[in-house]
């Protein structure tokens, strides 16, 4: 036990008796010690961290998403092949998707109904992501996730050419939350980042049940157009593929691409849930995004032509 002494018994034997011829006497004699083996006391160790027990409503909430996972791949949906060749597109249906996602919002400043027509927008400095996960997600989950994030980010930086990273100094918080704990993990998430306003997550603190993730990001005031926060929201309750799922499109969608188009194929930006994960033809949208010949603030009138032109030389080689 920390802080407890180890005592040390010996024997004393403070008087010897020793015979004579003639008589006995008494002689004292010094004290002698006699060394006793201390036992191994194993270090001290960190008890294994455990998470937090759910509640009901968090189970049925579980039972409901497994159900639906297994109900999409039962259709054919949830696709991770990223398409082929029965998904071919032209450089005008590139360009026409990337209008329909990066000029409009998917919903309004509330999540409550669809967003309108919006400027470009994107990230000018570089994008630094942190995980923040609720006390109720198990270990063994945090680890899987925190590889799937961190790989994630990484190619994000690759494909748009725009730095991003996971960093101890975010502007770009990733929840990982459940229905028991998804409160204290925003207000954790407005703590570390002065760009998230405490006010503006109240809409996140209670989702529909079909709302299986949820991304907000931040302009610097009214009138910028440039992003200097972002905070994405992933139901831990969903299972494995649709969690993944949701770490694909909503760190993209953060990173500007705020809308979702029925038109878009193939694509994880259609309501449909045809492709669980990021396609090739959303590494275009996200590499027309960041071409340096497009800015913040643009409307989707004046960024056609260079839209149309980024999107031709993109598929020159033909449909893709």
């Known amino acids: ?23 006995q006497v008494a002689v004292p004699v010094s004290p002698v010690l006699k060394p006793v083996a201390r036992p191994d006391i194993p270090a001290p160790t960190v008890p294994p961290k455990v998470a937090r027990p759910t ?22 949906l949830l696709r991770r092949d990223g398409g082929g060749s029965d998904t071919p597109f032209t450089n005008t249906m590139l360009a026409r998707n990337f209008e329909q996602i990066a000029f409009f919002n998917e ?8 967003g309108g027509p919006s400027p470009l ?30 790989s994630y980010a990484a190619r994000l930086g690759r494909v748009t050419g725009h730095p991003v990273s996971m960093s101890g100094n975010p502007n770009f918080i990733v929840i990982i ?5 998804r409160a204290e993990a925003l207000a954790e998430a407005a703590a570390r980042v002065s760009g998230i306003s405490a006010s503006s997550l109240t809409p996140l603190i209670s989702l529909r049940r079909d709302t299986y993730c949820v991304v907000a990001a931040y302009a ?33 969608q953060g990173m500007g691409l705020a809308n979702d188009s029925p038109t878009a194929r193939p694509s994880i930006f259609n309501d449909d849930d045809e492709f669980s994960l990021l396609t090739r033809h959303d590494e275009l949208l996200l590499r027309m995004l960041y071409d340096p010949r497009l800015r913040p603030g643009m409307s989707a009138d004046e960024a056609r032509p260079t839209v149309q ?9 033909g449909p893709v």
């Open 220 to 252: 610097g005031g009214p009138g910028d157009n440039t992003y200097t926060a972002a905070l994405a929201v992933i139901r831990a309750e969903n299972p494995s593929l649709l969690r993944l799922s949701c770490i694909h499109e909503e760190l993209a």
């Open 177 to 181: 939350a459940g229905e028991d704990d």
């Open 55 to 76: 509640s009901q409503e968090s189970a049925e909430l579980r039972s409901y998403l497994y159900q639906v996972q297994n109900a999409q791949l039962g259709q054919g």
């Open 121 to 150: 927008r994107r990230w000018e400095a570089p994008v630094r992501m942190e995980l923040i996960f609720g006390e109720g997600v198990p270990p063994s989950q945090r680890k899987s996730d925190t590889q799937q994030v961190s």
């Open 309 to 317: 032109t980024i999107a031709a030389e993109l598929t020159s080689a």
């Open 107 to 114: 919903y309004d400043g509330n999540f409550s109904g669809r």
């Open 1 to 23: 036990m920390t802080g407890a002494r180890t005592r040390i018994a010996a024997g004393l034997g403070l008087f010897a008796l020793v015979l004579s011829a003639c008589s």
